[in-house]
């Protein structure tokens, strides 16, 4: 079934001038941008977007790095759309991800893997209501 994903280019990417390689990669998958956008978070609000995370021992170093620069915040569109994305993405430590993923070709290390993807429906219905007001997704 369609179905929507949230994704983020994170900031090692944006710094790298990424972003468009990136939604190529997407695009090409047939995975529909339907809502985006460029925004620089603070650490606490990174803190808040990760607070399932929050016990672990790289929270700090991971919200502290979301916020180092700009991300851009998206919604994904198509067919199975949370698990296409996170075979597009393929693995979060780029030393297991598969060749032509984005993380493969762009990653710098697991924590500056350059992508976030929703692990499941439930969190991508979340994740996307975090970010995104009803009005700015356009299918
Ligand atoms: P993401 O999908 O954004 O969700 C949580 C993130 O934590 C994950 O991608 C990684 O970038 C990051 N992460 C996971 N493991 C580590 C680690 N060992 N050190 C630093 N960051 C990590």
Avoid: W
């Amino acid at each position: 079934a369609i179905q929507r994903t949230f994704s983020i280019i994170k900031p090692d990417a944006t710094r790298r001038n990424l972003t468009g390689k990136i939604n190529a990669k997407f695009e090409e998958a047939g995975l529909r941008i339907v809502a985006q956008k460029r925004i620089h978070l603070t650490k606490a609000q990174a803190g808040q977007f990760y607070i399932v995370h929050a016990a672990r021992p790289f929270y700090d170093e991971l919200c502290e790095f979301m916020a180092s620069g700009p991300i851009i915040a998206q919604v994904l569109e198509g067919e199975n759309a949370v698990v296409r994305n996170r075979e597009i993405m393929g693995a979060t430590n780029p030393k297991d991800a598969a060749a032509g993923t984005i993380r493969a070709e762009f990653a710098e290390s697991v924590g500056e893997n350059s992508v976030h993807g929703s692990d499941a429906p439930e969190a991508a219905a979340e994740e996307i209501a975090f970010f995104f007001a009803g009005l700015e997704i356009v299918g």
